[in-house]
């Protein structure tokens, strides 16, 4: 029932695609509206050697929290999900791989890196990408409405 299009649903998609937006909404709210997770971004940032860090910081928050909400909805998922990969494939080179201990032979340092979480964000949105947002979704009533 859960893994197939029963019934017209496609629930592991649609979990998946709240999940991911609800994060990315919760996280970048926090970061434009919690002083100490905005300065913590702001920090984060700067040492990561990003431009403009005073513009970039907010931006990213925002972007975060307004393509967050739209993925959990359902709406422009494939948009807001290409717009939060490059989000995370950024959050993972600059501060993500560095955790990752040194020392590890390949077999360690990848099973490291699909340890980090921003190596999972990307991998569902680039599932979100190609899926799109499932019958779950606002997208599907805004393309019928608009099919002749």
Known sequence: MFGTRAGGFFVPLAL?????????FASGFNKLFVDANRN????TISEAGIWWPQAMAPFVAGCETAFGALLAIG????VSAAILLPISTTALLT??????PEGQNALG????????PETLYMLLSL????QGS?????DRLVHRSLSP
């Open 16 to 24: 998946t695609r709240f999940a991911l937006g609800s994060f990315f």
């Open 40 to 43: 913590a971004m702001l920090e």
């Open 75 to 78: 709406l422009l998922s494939r």
């Open 95 to 100: 501060v993500g791989v560095h955790q990752i």
């Open 109 to 116: 340092w990848y099973s490291w890196l699909l340890y980090l």
């Open 127 to 130: 599932t979100i990408i190609v």
């Open 134 to 138: 499932g019958p779950l979704g606002l």
